[in-house]
C-alpha cells in the first residue's frame, strides 16, 4: 500500500504561487504513475496533474500553463507548482497514484482570496 502525506498549502491572494509537496511511502514509488487531485467544497474530488513513471506530465484544462508537476524518484516525492492561482482553485489538494487510487492521505487546504 501507498501512503502520502502532503504539504504546503495555505492562504494566498489571486494571482501569487504556492509550491505543494507529497512524500509517498513505498519502495516501488518510481513506478508508479503519480497525480494531484483537488477537491473544493461541496465538490467531487478532481484530477488535476498527472506524471508518469518516466516524467511524462498531462493536466486538467483548468490548470493548464499555470501548474507544473513533477517528481523526484529518489526521495521518493511529487510537487506540484501552482502559479497565477485564481480563486476557484480553493481546495483540499490530495496526491496520490494515478490508477485506482486508494489510501487517500489527508490533503493540504489551499485557499485563494480575490
Known amino acids: 500500500q501507498v501512503h502520502m502525506v502532503e504539504s504546503g498549502g495555505g492562504s494566498v491572494q489571486a494571482g501569487e504561487s504556492l509550491t505543494l509537496s507529497c512524500a509517498a511511502s513505498?519502495?516501488?514509488?518510481?513506478?508508479?504513475?503519480m497525480g494531484w487531485y483537488r477537491q473544493a467544497p461541496g465538490k467531487q474530488r478532481e484530477l488535476v496533474a498527472t506524471?508518469?513513471?518516466?516524467?511524462?506530465?498531462n493536466y486538467a484544462d483548468s490548470v493548464k500553463g499555470r501548474f507544473a508537476i513533477s517528481r523526484d524518484n529518489a526521495k521518493n516525492m511529487v510537487y506540484l507548482q501552482m502559479n497565477s492561482l485564481k480563486p476557484e482553485d480553493t481546495a483540499v489538494y490530495f496526491c496520490?497514484?494515478?490508477?485506482?487510487?486508494?489510501?487517500w492521505g489527508q490533503g493540504t487546504q489551499v485557499t485563494v482570496s480575490s
Open positions: 496520490n497514484v494515478r490508477y485506482n487510487p486508494t489510501n
Open positions: 513505498e519502495s516501488f514509488f518510481q513506478l508508479r504513475s
Open positions: 506524471i508518469s513513471s518516466t516524467g511524462a506530465t
